[in-house]
Structures are given as C-alpha cells and as structure tokens.
C-alpha cells in the first residue's frame, strides 16, 4: 500500500540557510500534518492543512512556512535557519472520517542537520 | 487537550504480557484515547484507539474503566521487536484537522 513520502530525507544547512522540506501524502488523504522531533524529544505538532487550507498552527516559527498545493503535496519552507531547528521533520496524513477517528500516518522523516 | 501521564520507561521480557497505564484525569466527553509506538528515528505509528470499555485489535488491547479517567495499553506476549516508545494521546480526534499533542511517552525495553 502507499505510504507518506517524505523528501528529502537527509538534508545538511548552513546556519541562516533555506531548507524547503516536502511531503506526499497517501492518495486520496485530506489532512496533512507537520511535526518536528527535536533530539530526544517528542513530536511537536507544527501545522496542518485540510483540503488546502490551513486548518491548525501549533509551535512553528514565524521563519517557517508552509503550504498545501493543488496535488495535495505540501512544502515546509524554512529560512534564516539556527542550531536549534536541527531536528527530524515528520508528515503525516490522514482521510476525515475515515475509522478509527483520524488515524495519522506518518512519512519516514526529513533528517535536517543546521551546521 | 487532556493532559496525560504514563510512566517514563518499563523493561519486560520477551513473551510477557506488558500493560502501560496512562492517567488523563480532565478528559472531556468528547475525547479519544489513541496510542501510538515509535521506533527510534521512524515515525510514530497508530496502534489503538478507543472511547470506552475494551478495544482489541490484532496488535492490542485498549481497556478503559467507566470514569475514562485511565488507559490501560496491553501488549500480549512482547517481542524484543516491541521495544519502542509508546504515547498516550487524548483528544477530539474526530475532528478534522485533528493535531496530535504528544506528551512524554513510555520508554519500554524488552530483554531476551
């Protein structure tokens, strides 16, 4: 069955670099989900698109951006990178309504290294 | 969201029967308890959702007491492939756009 996909999954930045990450969803899903695990941390929940729109925000910084685009591909932009956004970058998507309630599934990751 | 507490770690051994217990004492009539497992460097991945009473799946099982105020994880007869970190989550899934807040989960660590 198709998965998430994630690209890249490894990606090497200077400090006040950019870094674009992308997300593919599992077809058909309407929900895409962004989340940051920082070294041994949990997941952090950073935006969700639903059919396009944004349709929560949780701790993203303003230097981060993201979108979801008609193929229902999403983007994370990031910019003026620092130490600190070094972290895996997880997608995840999921299909309203479908049982059991939302279940998300997740991309393997983007490993972002800022150096 | 519900706040939830679970244990930090638990080691086991390979074919015991292991039961994570999460306490989530505000839940609101609308929440969900969902479990997920994460390996290391992988995303989280859904295990088991329920509302009330017991929920059994082919991976576990999900047992619920009337108040909700607790979650009991059942994971029959452990492997060491089972080591993982497993989160307790509590919140209105159902609705779109449902972010997942995860809390600190529980390390468990299955020995030969």
């Known amino acids: 069955a198709a998965g998430v996909i994630q690209s890249p999954r490894h990606l090497i930045k200077e400090k006040r670099e950019t870094a674009t990450l992308k997300c593919y969803p599992i077809?058909?899903?309407?929900?895409v989900y962004w989340y940051q695990q920082g070294p041994g941390q949990d997941p952090q929940f950073l935006i969700s698109?639903?059919?396009?729109?944004?349709?929560d925000k949780g701790s993203i910084p303003d230097r981060f951006s993201a979108q979801q685009f008609s193929d229902y591909h999403s983007e994370l932009n990031m910019s003026s990178l620092e130490l600190g956004d070094s972290a895996l970058y997880f997608c995840?998507?999921?299909?309203?309504?479908?049982?059991?309630?939302?279940?998300?599934?997740f991309g393997p990751g983007t490993r972002l290294t800022v150096l | 969201l519900a706040k939830t507490t679970q244990p930090i770690s638990m080691d086991s051994y390979e074919g015991q029967e292991v039961n994570i217990t999460c306490s989530h004492n505000n839940i609101a009539t609308n929440d969900y308890i969902t479990w997920y497992q994460q390996f290391p460097s992988q995303g989280p991945r859904f295990i088991i959702q329920g509302y009330k009473t017991k929920v059994t799946n082919e991976v576990a099982s999900l047992f619920i007491p009337a108040d909700r105020k607790s979650s009991t994880l059942s994971l029959p007869r452990v492997s060491l492939s089972d080591t993982a970190v497993y989160y307790c989550?509590?919140?209105?899934?159902?609705?779109?756009?449902?972010?997942?807040?995860f809390g600190q989960g529980t390390e468990l660590s299955v020995k030969p």
């Open positions: 989550l509590v919140g209105d899934i159902g609705n779109q756009g449902g972010k997942l807040i």
């Open positions: 995840a998507s999921s299909l309203t309504g479908a049982a059991p309630g939302n279940e998300q599934f």
């Open positions: 698109f639903y059919e396009k729109m944004q349709s």
């Open positions: 077809p058909r899903h309407d929900t």
